[in-house]
């Protein structure tokens, strides 16, 4: 089983800023990607970044160059440093995990952190 532990958000002003983290733990033998995802009430969720194993990042337009995805593979967990905030990135942020469980056999699967609001004041 692997857990996801989000901590980091909470309420800022307009162009302020907010690090969220998130950390895994469990039985895994590795963790490929991981991401951020974010749900503002009455929308779907959607993506804001992720980032592989080997440091390769990918970004929804609406965070370009004011979000940094980042992670620390020793500690199993990934940053997002949230920058130039506005009130339309206020939404519960979600981290995701993809992890290959074992080896031998393959198994795979997707985990979800239990999320953490981000709150963007005008």
């Known amino acids: 089983q692997v857990q996801l532990v989000e901590s980091g958000g909470g309420l800022v002003q307009a162009g302020g800023s907010l690090r969220l983290s998130c950390a895994a733990s469990?039985?895994?033998?590795?963790?490929?990607?991981m991401g951020w995802y974010r749900q503002a009430p009455g929308k779907q969720r959607e993506l804001v970044a992720t980032?592989?194993?080997?440091?390769?990042?990918n970004y929804a337009d609406s965070v370009k160059g004011r979000f940094i995805i980042s992670r620390d593979n020793a500690k199993n967990t990934v940053y997002l440093q949230m920058n130039s905030l506005k009130p339309v990135d206020t939404a519960v942020y979600y981290c995701?995990?993809?992890?290959?469980?074992?080896?031998?056999?393959?198994?795979?699967?997707?985990?979800w952190g239990q999320g953490t609001q981000v709150t963007v004041s005008s």
């Open positions: 980032i592989t194993s080997g440091g390769d990042t």
């Open positions: 469990g039985s895994f033998f590795r963790i490929n990607v």
């Open positions: 995701n995990a993809g992890v290959v469980v074992t080896m031998i056999p393959l198994r795979t699967s997707a985990y």
